[in-house]
């Protein structure tokens, strides 16, 4: 079965990075597109990117584009995204959602990982 | 901000039903015909219940119903039950070729 598996639970200090992970499996890896989608506490969701696993192409809201990176490992079937500089409104769930394409279709979703920035 | 707009919340009584828009312009929802919809309820992980305007993933209950007008697309929920209470949010493609989402509609079941 078509699974999403993310990375666990983190805390950062402003001005660090983070990187979270998602593993994907049960489905041709380099045949879909992985989106990524984040969501403040008590907020609505906001698109951040996706990455195409066979080409390693990105794209991403302009919001993000200066410091996010989208990429993956094709060998172990695993997604990455990397918010660098982060401040305290970064604090969100950050989720992975698989795609057949560019547009809006996300048939399966990570369980989302919790990152939270705080001093 | 987002740029697309949605009603802040909608409210229905049991088995009745409730239309829930989203406006965009031209370069979004009005461009192309790549509109989805999802349902979240609180602490989980968005569920896909309509794609490409008013295509409907198997399992999803034919109650819920989509279509698209202009700039402005539109999901209804007929026959609403209890576990439809939840947060609805479009999202559509967009001209420079990145999507983007609602701000979201709470949905109340009186």
């Known amino acids: 079965q078509v699974q999403l598996v993310q990375s666990g639970t983190e805390m950062k200090k402003p001005g660090a990075s983070v990187k979270v992970s998602c593993k994907a499996s049960g489905y041709n890896f380099i045949g879909y597109y992985l989106h990524w989608v984040r969501q403040a506490p008590g907020q609505g969701l906001e698109w951040m990117g996706w990455i195409n696993p066979n080409s390693g192409a990105t794209t991403y809201a302009q919001k993000f584009e200066d410091w996010v990176t989208m990429t993956r490992d094709r060998s172990i079937t695993t997604a990455y995204m990397e918010v660098s500089s982060l401040k305290s409104d970064d604090t969100a769930v950050y989720y992975c959602a698989r795609g057949r394409d560019p547009t809006p279709h996300f048939d399966y979703w990570g369980q989302g990982t919790l990152v939270t920035v705080s001093s | 901000q987002s740029a697309l707009t949605q009603p802040a919340s909608v409210s229905g009584s049991p088995g009745r039903s409730i239309t829930i828009s989203c406006t965009g312009t031209s370069s979004d929802v009005g461009g192309y015909d790549y509109v989805s919809w999802y349902q979240q309820h609180p602490g989980k992980a968005p569920k896909l219940i309509i794609y490409?305007?008013?295509n409907r993933p198997s399992g999803v209950s034919d109650r819920f119903s989509a279509s698209k007008s202009g700039n402005t697309a539109s999901l209804t929920i007929s026959g609403l039950q209890a576990e439809d209470e939840a947060d609805y949010y479009c999202?559509?493609?967009?001209?420079?070729?990145?999507?983007?989402f609602g701000p979201g509609t709470k949905v109340t079941v009186l």
């Open positions: 999202i559509s493609y967009t001209s420079t070729t990145t999507l983007v």
């Open positions: 490409d305007v008013s």
